[in-house]
């Protein structure tokens, strides 16, 4: 079992409102990521970060925003929740690789999925 | 353009019997090749790591091969069980560092019934 925690599980909540998705992981990994997840596609990458105080916007165009502030926590903010937020949000981490090792594996934690009404 | 994509998109089979999901990307450059397994509403979990060098890797009743030649991946399950039922997701890696960049399949959902 990965040590990688996201709450809320489900979260339901109406437009305009301001909301964080919090994840927190015990493992000491340095990389963590945020991944979008539609029904039948593939993951999208929103944000990322490779240690603390770093953050990078993803390939997905999101309007959520990130912190680093501590190594193990890694949350993503809407400030302004619309119905097109709705998704699954997948939070990851990965241990950072060096020199001839392969790309770390990712551990994800078990999803957020928000309805914005 | 990089792509990873995964047949079929779904699969039906009967419990006992054997199935295999196809992987075909472009990526390139390659590094390696990553199985996860992710059953509903929970998050994906790593099954299998192909590196270029490696034809075939097993993992209990999963065996996942690489053709970095004709770049293909297949996973193949074995004796299926009701705990099968899931989405199978190929994810690629363009080079084996930090900064390798990740290309993920849309997955292939399977659903194993008694």
């Known amino acids: 079992e990965a040590d990688i925690y996201q709450t809320p599980r489900y979260l339901v909540i109406g437009t305009g409102k301001k909301i964080t998705l919090e994840c927190s992981q015990t493992?000491?990994?340095?990389?963590m990521y945020w991944y979008q997840q539609d029904p039948g596609m593939e993951l999208h990458l929103i944000h990322y970060?490779?240690?603390?105080?770093?953050?990078e916007k993803g390939d997905l165009s999101s309007e959520s925003t990130v912190s680093r502030i501590r190594t193990e926590h890694f949350p993503l903010t809407l400030e302004s929740a619309r119905p097109s937020h709705t998704s699954q949000y997948l939070c990851a981490s990965s241990r950072i690789s060096s020199g001839t090792e392969v790309t770390g594996e990712l551990f994800f934690g078990e999803g957020s999925r928000l309805t914005v009404l | 353009k990089n792509q990873v994509e995964q047949s079929p998109q779904s699969l039906i089979i009967l419990e006992g019997k054997n199935c295999t999901l196809q992987c075909n990307y472009t990526v390139s450059p390659f590094s390696n090749l990553r199985w996860y397994k992710q059953d509903t509403g929970r998050g994906p979990v790593s099954l299998t790591i192909?590196?270029?060098?490696?034809n075939t890797k097993s993992n209990g009743r999963y065996t996942a091969t690489l053709d970095a030649d004709t770049k293909q991946s297949s996973l193949h399950i074995t004796a299926s069980q009701l705990s099968d039922s899931a989405s199978y997701i190929c994810v690629v890696s363009d080079r084996g560092s930090t900064l390798g960049r990740l290309y993920f399949g849309r997955g292939t959902q399977l659903t194993v019934w008694p």
């Open positions: 970060s490779y240690g603390v105080n770093s953050t």
């Open positions: 192909m590196t270029f060098s490696e």
């Open positions: 493992m000491g990994h340095d990389k």
